[in-house]
């Protein structure tokens, strides 16, 4: 009787421990995902620490901000003219945002070639798309990205972190979802006020300031120069 509990006793440790070891494999599984997907995020801070992403798409910038309660506005387009004043918080702008900037914040790595100078096959030399993050208004901007052409397969776009020595593809969705969010904030603000809709789209902004965004006009300017050659 007493070799029987044993027995049984035993058996129930090793299932334990069978159970232990597997949950342990499986974390460590986890936690190696989690570390290769950081590895090759492309921003250089998770999007929930990012305050203001900015994109110039053809010399027009759109500047997108957190609010201090930590909701998205659309800071729209501004010329460097206009003083500064009050955004207010619409939710389904802010969610529609949310959803775009979260995206965007998975963006990952793929591909890596090395910068030539002198030679813009990739066209990243004089992107029609530049994208700067920062970690709040008014802050130095974290990154800047020109994005060149779209892959052979459609599928991908090369991508120039500013100051790197090497281009990298990243999937085209993550692009044309900004673009995209650009185009359902203008739908947005068109039905909010149908008047203002045209002179919003007209308005020129290659020298947008507000807070940061003359920062970030600044950036884009460098940046075509250090795109032209290798990082030293």
Excluded: C
Excluded at 193 to 221: C, E, F, I, Q
């Amino acid at each position: 009787m007493r070799g029987r509990k044993v027995w049984l006793i035993w058996g129930v440790l090793v299932v334990l421990g069978v159970v232990i070891w597997r949950g342990e494999v499986r974390r460590s599984n986890e936690i190696s995902a989690m570390s290769v997907r950081e590895t090759k995020r492309l921003l250089p801070a998770p999007i929930e620490e990012i305050g203001v992403v900015e994109i110039m798409v053809k010399g027009t910038l759109h500047r997108f901000e957190r609010a201090a309660n930590g909701k998205w506005f659309y800071h729209g387009i501004h010329d460097s003219s206009q003083p500064g004043h009050e955004h207010g918080i619409d939710d389904q702008q802010a969610e529609t945002i949310n959803t775009a900037m979260t995206g965007f914040g998975r963006m990952q790595g793929e591909q890596r070639i090395p910068l030539k100078g002198g030679n813009d096959e990739y066209g990243v030399t004089r992107p029609d798309i530049f994208v700067t993050v920062y970690r709040s208004a008014g802050a130095e901007p974290l990154a800047s990205y020109a994005a060149g052409n779209v892959t052979p397969d459609g599928y991908g776009r090369y991508l120039l972190p500013v100051g790197g020595a090497e281009i990298v593809t990243v999937p085209e969705f993550h692009l044309t979802n900004l673009l995209g969010l650009i185009d359902a904030m203008k739908a947005m603000a068109s039905t909010a006020n149908p008047a203002a809709a045209p002179a919003a789209t007209a308005a020129p902004a290659t020298a947008a300031k507000d807070g940061a965004a003359g920062a970030g006009a600044g950036a884009g300017a460098a940046a075509t120069d250090a795109a032209a050659k290798p990082a030293r």
